[in-house]
Structures are given as C-alpha cells and as structure tokens.
C-alpha cells in the first residue's frame, strides 16, 4: 500500500459524459501527479500540481482539467468523453516537487479505470 | 511527448535467469527511472539513476544511466517467480517507455 488513495477504482460511462477521478496523496506529500495508461500507448504524463499550483502540463487534452485543493487532495475532471478515453488513470504523491534536475520519489495509487461505451 | 524506446517488449524465461532489459531515447536525459508495476496495481519505483554513467543496485536488481544520456539498462540476476510484472523505464521522471513484460516460468 503505497498511501496514495484513488476513487472510484472503477467508472464506467457513456460517450460525452463528465467524470471526476479523486486522489488523496500520502500524508505530507504536497505534490500530485496524473497518469493515463492505456493499451497501445503505456503511461502518459498529464499534469502535476504542488502545493495547490500547476507545475508541469504534460499531454493532457483540452476537455481534461485537474485542480490541487487546499487539503492537498486532487481531482481530474474528463469532459465530452469518448471511446479513446478509456484507460486507468493514476494518480502520484511526492514530497516535493523537483528540484532541477533531482528527482523525488513518487508513490502511485491503485489507479481508477474508466470504460467508456 | 518525448518517445521512449524500451525493449524487449516481452519476455519468458525460467527461474533463475538472468534477464536484461533497456529504454532508449532520442532525447538527453537527467534522471532515469525503472518501476515496476504488479497487475492491478500502480508502479513502484525500483532504482533511480542522476548521473551518466551511473551504476546502481537494489537487490538483485542493476541499473545503469547510459554515458550518452540517452539510454540505460536494467539487469535482474537469478529471477525468481515474484518477479513476474511490467517494467518500465521513466526519463526525466514524466516520460515512460511503453514496457516489458516479464514472465518467469518456475
């Protein structure tokens, strides 16, 4: 148990619906990552968020928006779903953010796959 | 996103192998990273490598940061059934490569 939570573990949904992932880092981590992995296209970074504040933007699309709240939890919200959209979504704490170029270890939660029909 | 090229894509081996696996990039990195990921489960950092050249181990486990930066190895010597999962390499800590799957057969 890497102390990082996620809800719901499962989600399935329609085409252009809306979902909201949750994420609870490790206790005293401030920083927050977001993942998607799916079959042909291994883990994806989409965004990280430290502290409460955007730190990194990965390949994350438009009708995708993540925010950092003051209790340190996170949610990624999908929008307009579609088809291609379903992959597990996971979620990372850290303690920090980076730092040039040193890297902090980053714990994964369970992750929450999302099918969407 | 930066591409990482990690092979081999799939492996099956016996107990007690040894296995190597590696990623390359077309990009320089500063920091590569090796996780491993058990079915059902989010990945779980093995060894982290800051600079080139670097060899590092945890156990059974060897990685090794390219001189180039733009690649790096990770060996497992005397493979055991617990083994079994899906390795990945991470440059940079965002950008992972696309896996190998390990299956070892007892």
């Known amino acids: 148990d890497s102390g990082v939570t996620q809800t719901p573990k499962h989600l399935i949904t329609a085409t252009g619906q809306r979902v909201t992932l949750r994420c609870s880092p490790r206790?005293?981590?401030?920083?927050v990552y977001w993942y998607q992995q799916s079959l042909d296209q291994g883990l994806q970074f989409l965004i990280q968020?430290?502290?409460?504040?955007?730190?990194a933007k990965g390949n994350i699309l438009e009708r995708f928006s993540a925010q950092q709240f003051p209790d340190l939890h996170s949610e990624l919200n999908l929008s307009s779903l579609e088809l291609g959209d379903s992959a597990l979504y996971f979620c990372?704490?850290?303690?920090?953010?980076?730092?040039?170029?040193?890297?902090?270890?980053?714990?994964f939660g369970p992750g929450t796959r999302l099918t969407v029909l | 996103g930066q591409q990482l090229n990690q092979s081999p894509q799939s492996m099956f081996i016996q107990e007690g192998e040894d296995v190597s696996m590696n990623c390359t990039s077309s990009?320089?990195?500063?920091?590569w990273l090796w996780y491993k990921q058990d079915p059902g489960e989010g990945p779980v950092l093995l060894i982290a490598?800051?600079?080139?050249?670097e060899l590092t181990s945890n156990g059974r486990l060897t990685a090794q940061f390219g001189i180039t930066r733009k690649d790096s190895f990770l060996n497992i010597s005397a493979s055991i059934p617990s083994d079994v999962g899906i390795y990945f390499c991470?440059?940079?800590?965002?950008?992972f490569g696309t896996g190998t799957s390990l299956t070892v057969i007892p």
């Open positions: 490598l800051y600079k080139a050249g």
């Open positions: 206790s005293g981590d401030l920083s």
């Open positions: 990372a704490s850290s303690v920090r953010g980076t730092s040039g170029n040193h890297y902090n270890e980053q714990f």
């Open positions: 968020y430290y502290n409460g504040e955007e730190r």
């Open positions: 991470a440059g940079n800590q965002f950008y």
């Open positions: 990009s320089i990195f500063n920091t």
